[in-house]
């Protein structure tokens, strides 16, 4: 019965995904949605819904030249990818006060495979909760900061609701054809604060909720959500000042610290991305590739994936044979799941490069840049695409899809193919050096 569920949630979320972006390409192609010179193909209306419903963020046709219905259109798609399709019915089902069946609760529950079952439904009135708050928040700082900078009222109330809700859902799409860059600091770090606010994930913010309400231990996961958001944070505004500092190409610190922000999945940028040495875009590069937590609106192989992998290494060099953190012992399963969920971008990462090097005129830097970025729904551009092909733009859509639901859905997939044998066979060793 619950492996029946499982199947059941991963069809229904893959589908819901599917459904909602071929109704936002429907849309985008109206007429009135639309005014450029030339009319809007339908390859650039798929890539446009594709890229907004995974919160994207990359465009093959420049966002400005969407009519104000077009742009309400790709604001409601980044708000539904943003939440996730499940949990977004789930808070319509409470509004509308109607109670979760049991196989309604166990199917959400599935995002997670190690959160409780009764926890489903005040979790998911909390995910609402804190979405509003966020974005609302975001809104009355960005607003007034529009305004100020000698914007029309009108047009400074439809930016900041965009870009608030842009940012939180890590959309990476403002109304500006330089993203940040130039944008005022209370702009800057509103939008920083508002894409680390939904990198944390809502298991994070209801574990560290019901931490503060009825005082207990956090869980391991939030300590080690906590600790690498910290990390990564610091550690990549440092090395980012630095590497650039020491190439003769120098950034200040805001700058610094919000591209270490948006490398995780979220893909706007405050600097010239052709001012970024190799080094900063390398590591940009693993930026991406680390994303953010689970639960959250980034993508990437998640800083869980990345800390199970680096605490199994660790633990290894010490000699010791189980995988250890903050004294608790985390099962080989887990450890095994994320492993493979690294292999698996790695792999995808690598055919795509090579994918996308033989269907555009293009460098390898570019191919791979683009690549990771389209698999991690980070949005960011090393420059601006030329010359895609409809070939390389349908290979982008799978790759940001994939990044979206693909892995996710991989996940569970894993979940439901596990299997416990009864039969105890001989261990061997096999030489690994």
């Known amino acids: 019965m619950a492996i029946s569920l499982i199947k059941k949630s991963q069809l229904y979320f893959i589908f819901s995904f599917l459904l909602t972006i071929a109704c936002g390409a429907a849309l985008l192609k109206l007429p009135f949605m639309w005014r450029g010179d030339h009319p809007l193909a339908w390859i650039d209306a798929l890539f446009t819904a594709t890229t907004t419903v995974t919160t994207t963020g990359l465009m093959t046709v420049p966002f400005t030249q969407f009519s104000f219905f077009g742009q309400a259109v790709i604001l409601m798609l980044i708000q539904v990818g943003g939440i996730g399709i499940m ?6 089902m409470l509004m ?19 959160f409780a079952v009764t926890r489903t439904e005040g979790m998911t009135r909390f995910i609402l909760i804190y979405t509003l708050c966020c974005e609302g928040a ?37 109304h500006f054809p330089a993203s940040m860059i130039g944008m005022g600091l209370i702009i800057k770090l509103t939008v920083a604060g508002l894409i680390i ?29 906590l600790f690498a958001t910290c990390l990564l944070l610091i550690g990549g505004t440092l090395l980012i000042w630095c590497i650039q500092h020491l190439a003769g190409q120098p950034v200040n610190w805001v700058d610094a610290f919000f591209q270490s922000a948006s ?53 290894t060099f010490q000699g010791n044979p189980r995988v250890l953190i903050r004294h608790r012992e985390i099962p080989l399963s887990n450890v095994m799941k994320a492993f493979v969920l690294i292999l698996t971008m790695i792999t995808l990462i690598a055919v795509g490069t090579v994918l996308i090097q033989s269907l555009t005129r293009c460098d390898s830097e570019w191919a791979f840049f683009q690549t990771v970025s389209a698999l991690t ?7 601006p695409p030329q010359d895609l092909t409809t070939e390389a733009k349908v290979l982008l859509i799978t790759y940001m ?30 030489v690994v050096n």
């Open 263 to 315: 490398a995780r999945s979220a893909g706007f940028t405050s600097v010239n991305m052709d001012t970024m040495t190799g080094g900063s875009v390398a590591l940009l590069i693993v930026l991406m590739l680390i994303g953010t937590a689970p639960g959250s609106t980034g993508g990437g192989v998640r800083v869980t994936s990345v800390a199970l992998a680096a605490a199994a290494v660790f633990n």
């Open 377 to 383: 729904t980070t949005g960011m551009e090393l420059r």
């Open 87 to 92: 949990w977004l019915s789930a808070s319509i």
């Open 401 to 430: 899809f994939i990044g979206r639901v693909g892995l996710f859905t991989f996940f569970l997939f894993l979940l439901d193919r596990e299997r416990r044998s009864r039969l105890i066979y001989p261990k061997e060793l096999i």
């Open 138 to 174: 975001g809104f009355l700082l960005l607003f007034p900061a529009f305004l100020f900078g000698s914007t029309p009222v009108p047009e400074a109330l439809w930016q900041a609701v965009f870009l608030a809700v842009s940012g939180f859902c890590h959309a990476g799409i403002s």
């Open 197 to 225: 606010a939904g990198s944390l994930g809502f298991y994070f913010i209801y574990d560290l909720y019901l931490h503060y309400r009825r005082p207990a231990r956090l869980s391991v996961q939030s300590h080690i959500v």
């Open 96 to 114: 509308l006060s109607k109670k979760f069946s049991y196989t309604d609760t166990l199917m959400l529950s599935n995002i997670s495979d190690n």
